[in-house]
């Protein structure tokens, strides 16, 4: 091959190189200026509601996208899905009424909303005077898509706060461990531990308790709280607990599980144990000393220290 050729393969490929990053820049500033996000506050809400009574409260909603965006309010029913952490989003369940009725929201079902506003959106949640006793499930969207796309197919991001509601009566909270499980060895904090948990009541709770840690000689050196996590019924969860500790771990760890079911009663209590060495603060402290060893070395070989008596 030529010069002249090897000149030439060299300028289309530096071409078509310089053409790809083009468009990927173009691509990714096209993107970056397309932003469109809402963030909500709670993501969940709880509420036990008696037949006949109403109870209410407040979203917060903010635009986090980079324009004004135009915001629709839906509600929905969903439903658990069996042995896992999922949830089936549908517009009605079965049933003369269902949570999707029971819900109102405040303020109208679109609106206008400016770039970076915040907005509290109320709510409330009545229970008919013949509501069932038990769980009963809802959720409110809130989609963003942009003003220009009043007419057509409109494609946004949308988030969601799930609402659930306990109906009092004849219900049952009641779940079970499956398994409890937790590193063998670590080097340091923070150590992880995982509770593998089913719903084997009627009702959806939050399953309660304590992770208790203990040393070798049995003084308890820690505690995690088990908390803020939902699970619904006929599902399984893995609640994740993690002990984080200030200074070293070494020896030998036990950790202790209790957790207490939505009827207080406390499940049958788990023990794992686990063993602890500081490798990276031994490998740094023999660094030290390795280092100290060669400067007294050599500082010994290079400094004479002499005294004279007069």
Not at 271 to 299: C, E, N, Q, S
Request: charged share 20%.
């Amino acid at each position: 091959m030529t010069k002249i050729q090897n000149t030439l393969c060299i300028n289309r490929t530096a071409l078509l190189v310089l053409s790809v990053l083009l468009l990927l820049l173009l691509f990714g500033a096209s993107v970056a200026n397309a932003g469109i996000g809402l963030s909500v506050q709670p993501v969940k809400v709880l509420h036990t509601i008696k037949p006949g009574e109403t109870v209410s409260g407040a979203i917060s909603l903010r635009n986090e996208s980079d324009e004004d965006v135009n915001v629709e309010v839906t509600v929905e029913d969903f439903i658990p899905a069996a042995g896992s952490i999922n949830l089936q989003f549908i517009g009605r369940t079965e049933g003369v009424t269902t949570v999707r009725d029971w819900i109102t929201i405040g303020g109208k079902g679109s609106f206008v909303f400016k770039k970076g506003e915040s907005r509290a959106i109320p709510y409330s949640i009545k229970a008919p005077s013949k509501a069932e006793p038990g769980a009963h499930f809802g959720v409110v969207f809130f989609k963003a898509t942009r003003l220009e796309e009043a007419g057509q197919l409109k494609i946004g991001t949308r988030v969601g706060v799930l609402i659930f509601v306990t109906v009092p009566g004849n219900s049952l909270q009641k779940g079970k461990i499956l398994d409890f499980s937790g590193p063998s060895f670590v080097t340091g904090s923070p150590v992880g531990f995982t509770i593998k948990f089913e719903n084997t009541g009627t009702v959806h709770f939050e399953p309660k308790g304590a992770l208790t840690i203990a040393n070798m000689f049995g003084k308890k050196v820690g505690e995690v709280p088990i908390s803020g996590q939902v699970v619904l019924p006929t599902g399984v969860r893995d609640l994740i607990a993690q002990w984080d500790v200030s200074g070293f771990l070494l020896g030998r760890y036990t950790a202790a599980l209790a957790i207490v079911d939505g009827e207080g009663n406390e499940l049958t209590t788990k023990t794992v144990a686990f063993y602890a060495f500081p490798v990276w603060h031994l490998l740094g402290l023999m660094a030290l000393i390795f280092a100290l060893f060669h400067l007294f070395k050599f500082l010994r070989r290079r400094l004479k220290i002499s005294v004279s008596l007069k």
